[in-house]
């Protein structure tokens, strides 16, 4: 189980979050390397400093601290193995080995680093696949060490979900309603939204996840957006899969409807998107905190 799961993680990633599309990788790098600074300059990390990444995936903001502080000391953690391996070759063709130290472990549990041991936690959408989310930020604190910074960014999918009836991905599908709701039912069996991690909680509940935990200085800013639609490549749209625990939406399309029931919704979605005519709903947040 443990070895499907990190496939899972790396194989996103790396590969079917953009699918094989320059362009949707390119708009994703434009987006996360913004992110990417926000994390740091929220965390200050200063020289000789230890950070902790936590759920580092391919090692954006890790190696974004060791290239923006050169005497700093980075932990690159993550429950994939696989993921880990992808970093270890970056740190090695980087000639930063030295600075570097890798350790496959979860958010809620880091147990393998001592108290008090590190400067800085920062974290990129990870708490979003945590159900032990409470716990996590009691990990965060304990492994901080006093005046350790906390810094994560985390969307927030409360905003978007659950969408109105006749909206399939900010689409208006009401005349196809029918097949829409059959390929909801794959993604709702998938990820039930009564239990899944990432809808179980929002800016408010991260803010007292922190305070319970004991930051006693702590801010978030929350960052909403309705606009177009990204994304007008039909391949693409139909190739990319949202997160590591869903199909692409052509998986699913096959798994929920017959040949004639794929035509139909294709015909009726597919100029849609094209064309852009739907809205992109989507929610941030940045929280940064500071241990007593």
């Not at 902790?52 to 980075?74: N, P, R, W, Y």
């Not at 958010?107 to 708490?127: F, G, Q, Y």
């Not at 969307?155 to 978007?160: D, W």
């Not at 929920?256 to 998107?273: G, I, K, Y």
Request: charged share 25%.
């Amino acid at each position: 189980m443990a070895e499907s799961i990190q496939d899972m993680w790396s194989q996103w990633l790396l590969h079917r979050r953009f699918a094989g599309d320059p362009q949707r990788m390119k708009a994703l790098i434009d987006f996360l390397y913004p992110v990417r600074d926000q994390v740091l300059n929220h965390a200050n990390l200063g020289e000789g400093e230890i950070l902790l990444d936590v759920g580092c995936g391919d090692g954006l903001i890790a190696f974004g601290a060791l290239d923006q502080i050169k005497t700093s000391h980075v932990i690159f953690s993550d429950i994939s193995q696989d993921l880990l391996n992808h970093t270890q070759n970056l740190a090695r063709q980087m000639q930063v080995m030295n600075r570097c130290e890798f350790l496959c472990a979860s958010a809620d549990d880091l147990s393998a680093i001592r108290d008090a041991a590190v400067d800085v936690v920062t974290t990129r959408s990870v708490l979003i696949y945590v159900a032990a989310k409470q716990q996590a930020f009691s990990e965060f604190l304990r492994v901080l060490r006093p005046k350790g910074r906390l810094s994560i960014f985390e969307p927030i999918n409360r905003f978007c979900y659950p969408e109105p009836p006749g909206l399939f991905w900010g689409y208006d599908v009401a005349p196809v309603r029918a097949l829409a709701d059959k390929i909801k039912a794959v993604y709702l069996q998938l990820q039930p939204p009564d239990r899944d991690p990432m809808l179980d909680f929002d800016e408010r509940d991260l803010i007292a996840f922190a305070e319970k935990a004991g930051f006693n200085e702590i801010h978030l800013d929350l960052q909403a957006e309705i606009s177009l639609p990204m994304d007008a490549n039909w391949e693409s749209f139909m190739q990319t899969a949202g997160n590591p625990r869903i199909p692409p939406l052509e998986e699913a399309m096959q798994q929920a409807l017959t040949p004639e029931e794929r035509e139909a919704f294709v015909a009726h979605l597919r100029p849609l998107v094209e064309t852009k005519k739907g809205t992109s709903r989507s929610a941030v947040a940045y929280l940064w905190a500071v241990k007593d």
